[in-house]
């Protein structure tokens, strides 16, 4: 299945002011991006008042979130927020320790409207994020429920997961909203993804991923192993 994730970059995420998808497509195929290479991240706040939302067509829902087109070819994912300077942190603070293993948007997409002074403000309304083909943690997982054994290849998916998620605790650094379809498996590797806003000095957030590794932990001692399932 096709997973949407972001470009790693540098910090700041740039920020553009565009009318329409027309006018995105252009400013993304000047970076070095075709307009169905990526996709547009909306939270519902905005759905209803961007100017976009009137250019998507709807193409599916999956896990309730709602999956949209234009005509240029950039989809568009409404259902997920967009994320907020704290979160923007996290995600730089992460990245610091994990360049290969956390996304980051390409660019943040602002909107300009008229202001009741006679001016204008912008607003942020969506981030363009790059998607790979990739598959959640938490599919690989269900599937090894439903065989009734769990694979070596997954067991270190799992191991692999918990040693990531213990550098960033060891650098004080906490992802807050660790899940199995928060965890993005892309060429054997996993990916972390949405992080929640910032906690002083991240003591919910660490706390929040303990508990999240050891029921992962309990899960894996659970479950036999292929080998072993074998021999019953």
Same mark, same amino acid.
């Given at each position: 299945m096709l997973?949407?994730? +972001?470009?790693?970059?540098k910090q700041p995420v740039p920020r553009i002011v565009? +009318? @329409?998808?027309?006018?995105? %497509?252009? !400013?993304l195929s000047s970076r070095g991006y075709a307009p169905d290479s990526v996709f547009l991240k909306m939270g519902y706040k905005y759905e209803r008042n961007s100017t976009f939302?009137?250019?998507f067509e709807e193409v599916g829902i999956i896990r309730d979130v709602h999956h949209f087109v234009t005509k240029t070819g950039i989809r568009g994912v409404f259902g997920s927020s967009t994320l907020n300077m704290q979160e923007m942190r996290t995600?730089?603070?992460?990245?610091? &320790?994990?360049?290969?293993n956390v996304v980051m948007p390409i660019v943040t997409v602002r909107e300009s409207r008229p202001s009741a002074n006679g001016g204008f403000y912008e607003y942020d &309304?969506? #981030? *363009?994020?790059?998607?790979?083909?990739?598959e959640p943690l938490g599919d690989?997982?269900?599937? +090894?429920? %439903? @065989?009734?054994?769990? +694979?070596?290849?997954?067991?270190?998916? *799992? @191991?692999?997961? !918990? #040693?990531?998620?213990?550098?960033?605790?060891? #650098?004080g650094i906490g992802h807050g909203d660790l899940h199995t379809y928060n965890i993005i498996v892309v060429n054997g590797e996993p990916i972390l993804i949405d992080p929640l806003k910032r906690f002083e000095f991240y003591d919910k957030s660490i706390a929040s991923d303990k508990v999240f590794l050891r029921d992962m932990k309990r899960w894996l001692a659970a479950c036999r192993r292929k080998d072993q399932s074998a021999s019953i």
């Amino acid at each position: 299945m096709l997973v949407f994730m +972001a470009v790693l970059q540098k910090q700041p995420v740039p920020r553009i002011v565009v +009318a @329409n998808a027309e006018e995105l %497509s252009r !400013e993304l195929s000047s970076r070095g991006y075709a307009p169905d290479s990526v996709f547009l991240k909306m939270g519902y706040k905005y759905e209803r008042n961007s100017t976009f939302l009137g250019e998507f067509e709807e193409v599916g829902i999956i896990r309730d979130v709602h999956h949209f087109v234009t005509k240029t070819g950039i989809r568009g994912v409404f259902g997920s927020s967009t994320l907020n300077m704290q979160e923007m942190r996290t995600l730089a603070e992460m990245r610091t &320790i994990l360049p290969t293993n956390v996304v980051m948007p390409i660019v943040t997409v602002r909107e300009s409207r008229p202001s009741a002074n006679g001016g204008f403000y912008e607003y942020d &309304i969506a #981030h *363009v994020l790059r998607f790979l083909e990739g598959e959640p943690l938490g599919d690989i997982i269900g599937q +090894a429920l %439903s @065989n009734a054994y769990v +694979a070596d290849t997954t067991r270190n998916l *799992v @191991n692999k997961t !918990e #040693h990531l998620v213990r550098l960033l605790h060891a #650098h004080g650094i906490g992802h807050g909203d660790l899940h199995t379809y928060n965890i993005i498996v892309v060429n054997g590797e996993p990916i972390l993804i949405d992080p929640l806003k910032r906690f002083e000095f991240y003591d919910k957030s660490i706390a929040s991923d303990k508990v999240f590794l050891r029921d992962m932990k309990r899960w894996l001692a659970a479950c036999r192993r292929k080998d072993q399932s074998a021999s019953i």
